[in-house]
């Protein structure tokens, strides 16, 4: 009698495999397990049991497995389920998913590469013969790969040697980032315990002879007194204008004492304080009644304007869902977001955070997904973008997707092509359990849901503290440049708000959605732009390192001093990105700190962290950035926020352009004036009468919401229509026009729906591939699964067309 495993394996592949496996194995392997299976000709690969029979395949011979990975399974019933979900809904292959959701060190393969980690030091004698071998070997090269390894070994069964050399943290897996920076400690002082009492306090200020000593003990009263807050030994000299010896004296007399605060990365139990969260009347009301929707509807929409304090209700509700002993899986957009969001909740909940994204190390995440798996307190709690939806819950009571409107929720490439926000609410309807949205500006989909009844609403429409919300002006650039009323890129009237802000000691927000320096060179002789010599795309300029780069394929080369086509060296740059403004806003107030945050700036681990704590300590004056800043972020002393150009968001060639400028400005102005003071945002545009501009400027959601729908229903776009978009790529032009025009017509003979295409999109050429759109438009009420089954079968039978197999087809479903 034969034994056989179905296993998926970790390659764009539509279905599972069979393999034999002997009666003792069977019996042993559970679903969820992993196997290390041979597969191709002569590589290996770590599959997924995900189920046990008697069948053998009829197209192909089982081969035998190679080895158990596991004792145990680290995947459960309801991740196999939902990643079937996900395949089927978002049109994708089980095997793109399964590479896609588990941390790559989990995934060891033949091709795998692996080195030594640098800062473990390593007891040679506690090592097994089979790891000194590798040790060993890595002593004398780089880098090896699992395929070396089992030439070094002399066996195919060397995953489990690999896996615990991971575990004991003496190899490591190539694609790591190294990062230098590590978070800073920041030095904080305090009265020490015994002069806490009046009486000690007078005689204390008695007995201190020196007059600099008197003046910093009162300045440390006046500070305390204002802020409420710990006090850094930075501060402290600075408003008293003091040397750091006279505070090092009063140390050392005992007077002041000394403490840090870390914003630490993995043990987060010291960040704890206990503190008595106390919602507001209005936090109260809608956390009342957001409990009240949860007993009749799974998904609930909290619409809250900007610095509402969504979060402390978020907090509240946790607390509940863990005080039950439930897990409860937080996502954000932006890894940015996490930074300052851990720092809020380990201040509440300790070691009860655990935080997954993609800047984490490989170990990490994997210590991360055991601890959900055991559904340990380290993990009761996990924040997380977008793949933390992918870990093993079994116990999981709420998922809270913050700042839901956010595009970066719906992941591009590679496959799945998933929506988080959408993947959430499955997920939680599988396991029972209830889904919280939050937004200022919701997406008009949800808030179509929400208001047809589908999910429950729940309204914030005053900010914490009865802050108001910002005085938002615009400027005419139009008129500012007609009338000289311009210094560069600045409004003269941007630039008094910032002196005045910088007046008050107050710290300045700007937005410009374009990094880089300027996006277009133009030769002023003959008008000849540089283009990537692989893509469809004139190249961006980056000052700081002298050269054009393409931001589609990463081309680049140093900047050239006169033209290609004419030598002429009448070279100009066009446009302007963050880079120019940082450069601009130097010359203009060149003693002030200037940073900016952008896909540049923050490719390390801890980049976020080291720009926003020093932007949080109020080291940075002025933040530059992209869309990054747009979200979420909460800093008390922002009394300003520039829009440089809100026009390149308005005019993009997207249906939800209008819907996305809405939100993009909303959020941006929202991160001004978040405390006692009114905050001020200046919006320069060369169109103020538009309409958005306007929504913006009187904070009409509403209004932009009834204007998009009425036109989203003329012009049939989600949500009254469903959006499949077919993406065909391939390097001969002639080629794909053909097979695109093939496509499409099949499609259009097979559905009764609008098929749009064959489109060269605004930019037909990436790494020199070519590139049509084919655009489907489901209507609501057509049934989904059997149009999308429909178009699978057109697929398939465009793959067996032996001129087009070449062609690439991807398929993305809920376009955003």
């Not at 993009?652 to 909303?666: I, K, L």
Request: net charge neutral; glycine share 4%.
């Amino acid at each position: 009698m034969s034994f056989f495993v179905e296993v998926i394996i970790p390659l764009s592949l539509p279905k599972t495999f069979t393999y034999k496996v002997s009666e003792t194995e069977y019996n042993f392997i559970t679903k969820g397990m992993r196997i290390a299976v041979p597969f191709g000709k002569n590589k290996i690969y770590t599959a997924l049991a995900i189920d046990l029979h008697q069948n053998a395949p009829t197209l192909y011979e089982a081969k035998e497995i190679h080895q158990i990975l596991d004792d145990k399974p680290i995947v459960n019933e309801w991740q196999i389920n939902h990643w079937f979900w996900i395949a089927s809904y978002y049109m994708c292959n089980i095997g793109d998913v399964y590479r896609g959701a588990l941390p790559s060190a989990l995934l060891l393969e033949s091709e795998t590469i692996i080195s030594q980690q640098k800062d473990t030091v390593v007891n040679e004698t506690e090592l097994s013969d089979d790891e000194f071998l590798i040790y060993e070997a890595l002593q004398h090269q780089s880098s090896l790969k699992v395929q070396n390894i089992m030439d070094i070994l002399n066996k195919k069964t060397v995953l489990p040697v690999i896996q615990k050399l991971i575990h004991k943290k003496i190899i490591t897996l190539e694609e790591e980032i190294q990062e230098v920076y590590k978070p800073k400690l920041i030095r904080y002082i305090r009265l020490h315990q015994q002069y806490q009492s009046e009486e000690s306090l007078i005689a204390l200020l008695d007995n201190l002879k020196s007059d600099k000593r008197k003046n910093l003990v009162l300045q440390y009263f006046q500070l305390q007194a204002k802020e409420r807050k710990p006090i850094s030994v930075r501060q402290l000299t600075e408003t008293a204008q003091t040397s750091a010896a006279i505070i090092k004296a009063l140390i050392e007399k005992g007077i002041f004492e000394e403490y840090y605060i870390q914003e630490d990365r993995v043990n987060f139990d010291k960040n704890k304080t206990e503190n008595q969260l106390t919602l507001s009347e209005a936090q109260q009301k809608a956390h009342d009644e957001i409990e009240h929707v949860f007993t009749e509807k799974e998904v609930c929409l909290l619409h809250g304007v900007t610095s509402s304090g969504k979060t402390e209700i978020y907090t509240k509700l946790i607390e509940q869902y863990i005080a039950v002993g439930k897990q409860v899986l937080y996502l954000l957009p932006e890894i940015a977001l996490t930074t300052q969001l851990v720092s809020r909740l380990t201040q509440h909940f300790g070691n009860k955070v655990a935080v997954f994204h993609s800047k984490y190390s490989n170990n990490e995440r994997v210590e991360v997904w055991n601890h959900v798996l055991q559904q340990s307190e380290k993990a009761q709690i996990v924040i997380g973008a977008r793949s933390a939806l992918f870990l093993p819950f079994s116990n999981l009571g709420l998922i809270i997707v913050d700042e839901e409107h956010e595009p970066t929720f719906k992941q591009q490439d590679p496959a799945p092509r998933y929506h988080a926000r959408d993947a959430a609410i499955v997920l939680a309807h599988a396991h029972q359990s209830k889904v919280l949205l939050g937004s200022a500006t919701p997406s008009i989909e949800t808030y179509y849901n929400a208001t047809s009844g589908k999910f429950g609403l729940v309204t914030l429409k005053e900010r914490f503290g009865k802050v108001q919300m910002p005085e938002i002006e615009l400027v005419d650039l139009k008129d500012s440049y007609f009338r000289k009323r311009m210094k560069g890129h600045f409004s003269l009237t941007l630039i008094e708000q910032i002196t005045e802000a910088f007046a008050n000691n107050e710290q300045v927000i700007l937005f410009q959605n374009r990094r880089g320096f300027s996006p277009v060179l133009e030769c002023m002789t003959c008008g000849h732009v540089p283009q990537c010599p692989q893509c469809d795309v004139s190249l961006t300029y980056h000052k700081y390192k002298n050269q054009l780069r393409c931001h589609y394929c990463g081309y680049n080369m140093a900047k050239p001093s006169n033209c290609h086509a004419c030598s002429s060296v009448d070279l100009e740059t066009k446009g302007f990105g963050t880079e120019q403004i940082e450069l601009e806003l130097a010359e203009l107030f060149p003693n002030k700190n200037i940073k900016r945050m952008d896909q540049d700036t923050t490719r390390g681990k801890y980049s976020f962290e080291k720009i926003i704590d020093g932007f949080k300590n109020r080291e940075i004056d002025v933040l530059v950035g992209t869309q990054m800043l747009a979200k979420g972020l909460d800093f008390d002393n922002v009394s300003l926020v520039g829009i440089m150009n809100a026009d390149n968001m308005l005019y993009h060639p997207d249906f939800r352009a209008f819907e996305r400028s809405y939100q993009m400005m909303t959020q941006v102005a929202g991160r001004s004036g978040r405390s006692e003071k009114r905050g001020k945002v200046v919006i320069q545009t060369y169109n103020p009468l538009h309409n958005i501009i306007q929504q913006v400027t009187h904070n009409d959601y509403q209004g932009m919401y009834k204007e998009q729908l009425y036109e989203r229903k003329i012009y049939y776009y989600p949500p009254f229509y469903r959006l499949i978009k077919l993406t065909l790529k391939h390097r001969d032009f002639d080629k794909l026009k053909e097979g695109s025009m093939w496509l499409y017509q099949v499609l259009q003979q097979n559905l009764s729906i609008p098929v749009l295409g064959p489109e060269e999109p605004a930019i037909s050429r990436i790494r020199n591939e070519y590139i049509r759109t084919i655009m489907i438009k489901i209507p609501s009420e057509t049934p989904l699964q059997g149009t999308k089954k429909t178009i699978q079968k057109v697929l398939n039978s465009f793959e067996m067309v032996s001129q087009y197999r070449a062609i690439k087809v991807t398929v993305n479903v809920d376009f955003y």
